[in-house]
């Protein structure tokens, strides 16, 4: 059974700094690209960032970009969010989502809050 | 960027009667390959998304079958044949580019 499981959500001030990491297990991780989705509660689904299988070709939304950093440790089947100068509108439940085997996503974690508030 | 716009914003629905959800895109959804790579994803009351439909009609692993998916080009449509409780919840379009991912804005299904 494909298992993602987020961490490392927290409440942290504007201008700080939060890694989020993402365990998977139930399949080889390290043939799948994998995504970060955002998600402020009770608004809709953002698409925050994409790393290939192997860690060669990243993305990155434009709201996030220069900010935060995605990686991959396909010898710990863990994928990280690594979150610099976070500002109050990063405030989101984020998602670790599976790349899937055709062009797409399939497999979702249950998420993980980052709160930024003073 | 691909913008897809969902319709309705709410479905109240009475059980055991169809529920219909449109999906549009501005542009063509159609791959360079020559396929179309449209998914509707459920989220229901906190949980996270859940696939259910993907490449515009089929459905995902465990999904009922009273779900469908359908369209072609730029519009799409989810079909629930007959709404149960446990339907009750929001629906997104999804579409991956070079960009990303694209979500709809959502629609949210309730029982009337």
């Known amino acids: 059974e494909v298992q993602l499981v987020e961490s490392g959500g927290n409440l942290v001030q504007p201008g700080g700094s939060l890694r989020l990491s993402c365990a998977a297990s139930?399949?080889?991780?390290?043939?799948?690209?994998m995504h970060w989705v955002r998600q402020v509660p009770g608004k809709g689904l953002v698409w925050v960032s994409r790393?290939?299988?192997?860690?060669?070709?990243?993305t990155y939304a434009d709201s996030v970009k220069g900010r935060f950093t995605i990686s991959r440790d396909n010898g710990k089947n863990t994928l990280y969010l690594q979150m610099n100068s976070l500002r109050a509108e990063d405030t989101a439940v984020y998602y670790c989502?599976?790349?899937?085997?055709?062009?797409?996503?399939?497999?979702w974690g249950q998420g993980t809050m980052v709160t930024v508030s003073s | 960027d691909i913008v897809m716009t969902q319709t309705p914003l709410s479905s109240p629905v009475t059980l055991g009667q169809p529920a219909s959800i449109s999906c549009r895109s501005r542009?063509?959804?159609?791959?360079?390959?020559?396929?179309?790579?449209l998914s509707w994803l459920q989220q229901r009351p906190g949980q996270p998304p859940r696939l259910l439909i993907y490449?515009?009609?089929n459905r995902f692993s465990g999904v009922p079958d009273r779900f469908s998916g359908s369209g072609a080009g730029t519009d799409f449509t989810l079909k629930i044949s007959r709404v149960e409780a446990d339907d009750v919840g929001v629906y997104y379009c999804?579409?991956?580019?070079?960009?990303?991912?694209?979500f709809g804005g959502g629609t949210k299904v309730e029982i009337k």
């Open positions: 989502v599976r790349g899937s085997d055709w062009p797409g996503v399939d497999h």
């Open positions: 139930g399949f080889t991780f390290s043939n799948y690209w």
């Open positions: 790393i290939d299988n192997d860690g060669n070709s990243i």
């Open positions: 542009q063509s959804l159609v791959h360079s390959d020559g396929n179309t790579y």
């Open positions: 490449n515009i009609s």
């Open positions: 999804t579409q991956i580019t070079h960009l990303g991912l694209t």
